[in-house]
């Protein structure tokens, strides 16, 4: 499988930042993989923020739940991370990943990674 990141590089404070991974290889409706976004900000560890489940179901990290909204196209085999109110803060490599199961995790190992996107949040 290969995922590919990809959506604005710099995004103004207390906008939305939308990022889209393009997925090849899989189909994001196969049991059961979940679709996955996380980010790692500058000098910190990977924050999981959310995921897609092969059913369509969505499932967030708490803190990030009231902000953040994951969807897909089928059609194109993507989806679609939406990240509202965005403060500096939100500056980070962000990442879509594959997991069988849903893990809720950091660990790298629990993933098939893409490559990663930054973005910068201005203030």
């Known amino acids: 499988v290969q995922l590919q990141e990809s959506g604005p590089g710099l995004v103004n404070s207390s906008q939305t930042l939308s990022l889209t991974c393009t997925v090849s290889?899989?189909?994001?409706?196969?049991?059961?993989?979940?679709w996955n976004w996380l980010r790692q900000p500058p000098g910190k560890g990977l924050q999981w923020m959310g995921a897609i489940a092969y059913t369509g179901g969505a499932y967030y990290d708490p803190d990030l739940k009231s902000r953040t909204t994951i969807s897909r196209d089928t059609s194109k085999n993507q989806f679609t991370l939406h990240l509202s109110s965005v403060t500096p803060e939100g500056t980070a490599v962000y990442y879509c990943?594959?997991?069988?199961?849903?893990?809720?995790?950091?660990?790298?190992?629990?993933?098939?990674w893409g490559q990663g996107t930054q973005v910068t949040v201005s203030s």
């Open positions: 990943a594959r997991s069988f199961g849903l893990r809720r995790s950091s660990e790298r190992s629990d993933y098939n």
């Open positions: 290889g899989d189909s994001i409706t196969i049991s059961s993989w979940y």
